[in-house]
């Protein structure tokens, strides 16, 4: 069993937003996993947002990476999987879901736990019978 973490539980990490305790005590269970591209846009939003430099984000992320969460490459599995699931679960009015957030959920496994506060991923999570655990946003409130 894993947690899987989307980008929004590493910028809460990184950002001490309301969710960085939780996210933090995921990562020191030592099972966490994250695709690679979360992770990518991770680093983009701290970077380009955020103002948050190289070496800042090599600091920030390089030591937990390093010693407790699994970076999965996007596959040809996880991208037919990342596609089959956008198409399922995306509408543009009422379920904004991002392709990059349908590759968390298709790296998650019927034993795993997606962690997140985005409600689209959390609803589609819910209806493909994934376990999720609901971050608080930035503004504390849980979806």
């Given at each position: 069993?894993?947690?899987?973490?989307?980008?929004?539980?590493?910028?809460?990490?990184?950002?001490?937003?309301?969710?960085?305790?939780?996210?933090?005590?995921v990562v020191r269970r030592g099972d966490?996993?994250?695709?690679?591209?979360?992770?990518?846009?991770?680093?983009?939003?701290?970077?380009?947002?955020?103002?948050?430099?190289?070496?800042?984000?090599?600091?920030?992320?390089?030591?937990?990476?390093?010693?407790?969460?699994?970076?999965?490459?996007?596959?040809?599995?996880?991208a037919w999987r990342g596609a089959v699931?956008?198409?399922?679960?995306?509408?543009?009015r009422t379920s904004e879901l991002s392709?990059?957030?349908?590759?968390?959920?298709?790296?998650?496994?019927?034993?795993?736990?997606?962690?997140?506060?985005?409600?689209?991923?959390?609803?589609?999570?819910?209806?493909?019978?994934?376990?999720?655990?609901?971050?608080?946003?930035?503004?504390?409130?849980?979806?």
């Amino acid at each position: 069993m894993a947690h899987v973490l989307d980008a929004f539980a590493l910028l809460a990490m990184a950002l001490d937003e309301p969710a960085a305790d939780e996210v933090e005590a995921v990562v020191r269970r030592g099972d966490g996993r994250v695709a690679a591209v979360n992770l990518a846009e991770a680093l983009d939003q701290l970077g380009r947002v955020h103002g948050h430099d190289d070496e800042l984000l090599d600091s920030t992320f390089a030591p937990f990476l390093a010693e407790a969460v699994e970076v999965a490459p996007i596959d040809e599995a996880l991208a037919w999987r990342g596609a089959v699931l956008r198409r399922r679960h995306y509408r543009r009015r009422t379920s904004e879901l991002s392709l990059v957030d349908c590759f968390a959920l298709g790296l998650a496994g019927p034993a795993d736990t997606l962690v997140t506060a985005d409600p689209p991923l959390l609803r589609a999570a819910r209806a493909e019978g994934i376990a999720v655990r609901a971050l608080p946003d930035a503004r504390g409130r849980r979806p």
